[in-house]
């Protein structure tokens, strides 16, 4: 709906499309083991990168662009990579919680049918972008965005995504032959899956807690809790934590 042609309607979704975008934030997981092998469609897969490349960016930058990977040499190689950085993590963790981290599935690359690598083109429109020059990284964020649309995009469409962060960069950038002024970002895999779980797998396995939302959010300095500050409000973040 427009308003004298300028622009959409200042008004919210009504209840069956607002109730449709948190389903999808609530029900979104990162999925490792559940890959199914079924190729993705075109037309759903065009849809889900059209949804990653509208999200907002530092003066439109649009530093994005995204590495599509059916190669399974090219998948095996990244694995390999994933191996070696998953065994010095590994070591990482004190004793009691090594043999534990070493039996969680971290990775899908080789059973999911796709796997796709979101880069940042740090020098995209020249050196001087609005809105980069006191906080240069914020080219990388817009990225993060992009991951998130394409993230949740994927899940409306009942597709899985799964982020590998145990890589080096170094060995992306060597594999995927990655040019000097780009930087990878997210390392995804993607696919249609046998479920989706009800709840984070970490949480499940009780590696860590979801904290209570009212515990993390503050009011105008740190250390104000809204508690003291907004109580009406934190009654209300009360309710949502209980309720997800």
Not at 13 to 30: G, M, S
Not at 120 to 149: H, K, W
Request: with cysteine; charged share 25%; glycine share 6%.
């Amino acid at each position: 709906m427009t308003e004298n042609g300028s622009g959409v309607k200042a008004v919210g979704f009504d209840l069956p499309r607002r109730e449709a975008l948190y389903d999808a934030i609530h029900a979104r997981r990162d999925i490792r083991a559940q890959f199914r092998r079924d190729p993705i469609p075109e037309q759903v897969l065009a849809r889900i990168l059209s949804a990653a490349h509208h999200a907002p960016s530092v003066g439109f930058m649009q530093p994005w662009n995204f590495l599509l990977i059916r190669s399974r040499e090219i998948r095996e190689a990244v694995h390999a990579a994933f191996e070696r950085a998953n065994q010095e993590a590994a070591l990482m963790f004190t004793e009691g919680k090594r043999e534990r981290y070493k039996r969680f599935k971290l990775e899908g690359i080789l059973e999911a049918p796709m796997n796709i690598c979101v880069t940042c083109d740090r020098e995209r429109f020249g050196p001087v972008v609005i809105g980069r020059t006191a906080n240069r990284i914020m080219d990388l964020y817009s990225c993060v965005c992009a991951v998130q649309n394409l993230w949740l995009a994927a899940r409306a469409e009942g597709l899985g995504v799964g982020w590998v962060s145990i890589l080096h960069d170094r060995a992306l950038r060597e594999i995927l032959r990655l040019p000097p002024h780009v930087t990878p970002v997210a390392y995804l895999c993607i696919g249609y899956v046998t479920h989706f779980p009800e709840k984070p797998e970490l949480e499940t396995a009780g590696w860590l807690p979801r904290l209570p939302l009212t515990d993390l959010v503050l009011c105008d300095q740190w250390g104000t809790r809204c508690e003291e500050a907004w109580p009406a409000l934190h009654h209300e973040l009360g309710l949502e934590s209980h309720a997800t």
